[in-house]
């Protein structure tokens, strides 16, 4: 056996024995470079991916944000190309998907984290202000999941026209949220304004604003439960 062939069979069986390890047992005891070596092998036939799945968590400081890392960021890695990147790329996209779709609406309402858990992904790592209105029905039917970019004191958060949305949803109720790039969920004075003239325009049409969720990356503020909203 030639020493290209030994390497290929090598790896093979290292890769087989990380799968079973996790078909057994789920990802318990897993280092964070196996957990990317795993994705890796997904678009890496033959090829060994531990020093490459080694040397992205050095650079990325971590699974989280090796993870989400772009294409662009993971190809900086020796051994890591569009290939191999896919089957990453591929899991964060899942793990979206999967974490929108099992929350369901009517848990939404009750739970300022299942909201932040919601909306984390999508606007927790933005480094500009989105602001979301979700609109439900009488039936609380999560019918309208609407974003915008921008920030609190501009138009887009004017009372106006966010019920103007609201209304041609024919919303009975409403959660509305928006992230803060600084990494703090505080409330500000003008997010705290901005709350109570929705509150208050939304009692004028009979729509309920709900809560007003404030996202981060890694944690959230409920509005509502800091007694804000009445």
Avoid: W
Wanted: hydrophobic share 35%; with cysteine.
């Amino acid at each position: 056996m030639d020493e290209q062939n030994a390497q290929r069979h090598k790896g093979e069986g290292h890769r087989r024995r990380l799968r079973e390890r996790f078909l057994q047992s789920g990802l318990d005891g897993f280092l964070d470079y196996e957990i990317i070596e795993l994705l890796l092998t997904l678009g890496t036939p033959r090829k060994d991916c531990k020093q490459p799945a080694k040397e992205a968590i050095k650079k990325f400081k971590g699974l989280t944000a090796t993870i989400d890392a772009t294409i662009e960021e993971l190809q900086q890695v020796t051994g890591i190309g569009p290939s191999n990147a896919f089957g990453i790329k591929l899991f964060q996209a899942i793990s979206k998907r999967y974490a929108r779709e099992k929350i369901t609406p009517d848990k939404l309402l009750n739970s300022p984290q299942l909201v932040f858990e919601y909306l984390k992904e999508r606007i927790g790592k933005e480094k500009k202000e989105h602001f979301v209105i979700l609109c439900f029905d009488a039936r609380n039917n999560l019918i309208a999941d609407d974003v915008s970019v921008g920030t609190l004191n501009a138009s887009l958060v004017h009372p106006r026209e966010v019920f103007k949305k609201v209304i041609l949803n024919n919303s009975s109720h409403v959660i509305v949220a928006h992230n803060h790039p600084s990494g703090d969920p505080t409330p500000s004075e003008d997010d705290i304004l901005t709350t109570k003239r929705l509150v208050e325009a939304g009692k004028i049409l009979g729509i309920s604003v709900v809560d007003h969720i404030i996202v981060t990356q890694n944690n959230f503020n409920s509005l509502k439960e800091q007694n804000l909203i009445n």
